[in-house]
């Protein structure tokens, strides 16, 4: 950050770790043996759409790269736009560390391109037995901008349980890097992942 950035309070966005999404899988054996909740397999990466042809060739890019490891596995792959106007790359994948891996071709292949201030987040699905009637889904969701996991528990009625996302911060911290300010810990309502 130069002199004139500092006087003028601006700040150079913290530099994405892809490679902290290779800490969901044992995020997620954590979740599983000391929470009841188990990966559903599916994850959605989230990005804002720029109408650009370039943006149109990378999106084309990505879906190939997709498509050829859908071939090796039983992967499924579907574009969503939600009602905000955002676009999702849904992936389905059983194997969490597939699904890990898939989602970082995504997010690579965008960040790549040049399209890194388009993306938005990384959301995976969690479901739960009978220990959690109230909460079917969970998810964490990766801020690509900061680098950051934070657990998102949604309650009907566009509400959330605050204190069931603590606990789940408690418990994934010590796999995880979770974002430690809680303003960012924006809820995803409508998410299209389960």
Known sequence: MGFLDAILGRSKPVAAN???LFALPSGAVTLETEGGWVPTGQA???FKPVVESSFDQMKSEVSQILTMMKSERTLEVK???DNLGFHWVVITEPDIEGLVSNVHVVNSGLQEAGFSPQLLCS????????DHPAHPN???IYLFKRGTFYPFA??????RDNALELHLKGLIGKDMKVEEDLTRWFPVWGVPVN
């Open 18 to 20: 892809l490679d902290a």
């Open 44 to 46: 959605g990466v989230c």
């Open 79 to 81: 574009e969503v736009d």
């Open 123 to 130: 959301v995976f699905g969690f479901k739960t037995g009978p």
């Open 138 to 140: 969970i998810y964490l």
């Open 154 to 159: 949604p309650l009907p009625g566009q509400q």
